[in-house]
C-alpha cells in the first residue's frame, strides 16, 4: 500500500499563499492519479483538485479554480498544491489521497471512493 504523509499547512493572512506537500511511499509504481480533499469544522469532506500521475491532466473544484494549482513530482514521488489568495473559507484540514490502477474503469477523480488511500492531513488556518 501507498503511505502519504502532508506538510506545509500553518496559519495566514487572507490573501496570502501556501505550498501543501504530500510525499508518498511505498507501491507508488501503482499509483494512477492523485488528488487533495479538505473538510472543514463540522463539515463534510470535499474536493479540490486531482492530476493524473501520467500524463498531468488536472482537475479543480469551482471554489479554487484560478487560485489554487496542484502539481506533482514523479521523480520524487511528491504531489503539491499551492494556494494563492487565500480566503477564510479555505479553513481547513487539507488531506491528500492515491488512486491505484484500475484497468477498464472511468476515473471519477472528485469521488472519495474512487481513492485508496490517505493521508493524516495538515491544517490550514486563513484569518480576516
Known amino acids: 500500500q501507498v503511505q502519504l504523509v502532508e506538510s506545509g499547512g500553518g496559519l495566514v493572512q487572507a490573501g496570502g499563499s501556501l505550498r501543501l506537500s504530500c510525499a508518498a511511499s511505498?507501491?507508488?509504481?501503482?499509483?494512477?492519479?492523485m488528488g487533495w480533499f479538505r473538510q472543514a469544522l463540522g463539515e463534510e469532506r470535499e474536493f479540490v483538485a486531482a492530476?493524473?500521475?501520467?500524463?498531468?491532466?488536472?482537475w479543480y473544484a469551482d471554489s479554487v479554480k484560478g487560485r489554487f494549482t496542484i502539481s506533482r513530482d514523479n521523480a520524487k514521488n511528491t504531489l503539491y498544491l499551492q494556494m494563492n489568495s487565500l480566503k477564510p473559507e479555505d479553513t481547513a484540514i487539507y488531506y491528500c489521497?492515491?488512486?491505484?490502477?484500475?484497468?477498464?474503469?472511468?476515473?471519477?477523480?472528485?469521488?472519495?471512493?474512487?481513492?485508496?488511500?490517505w493521508g493524516q492531513g495538515t491544517q490550514v488556518t486563513v484569518s480576516s
Open positions: 489521497a492515491d488512486k491505484t490502477f484500475v484497468y477498464g474503469s472511468t476515473f471519477l477523480e472528485s469521488v472519495e471512493a474512487e481513492y485508496d488511500a
Open positions: 511505498g507501491r507508488t509504481f501503482t499509483t494512477y492519479a
Open positions: 492530476v493524473s500521475w501520467s500524463d498531468g491532466r488536472t
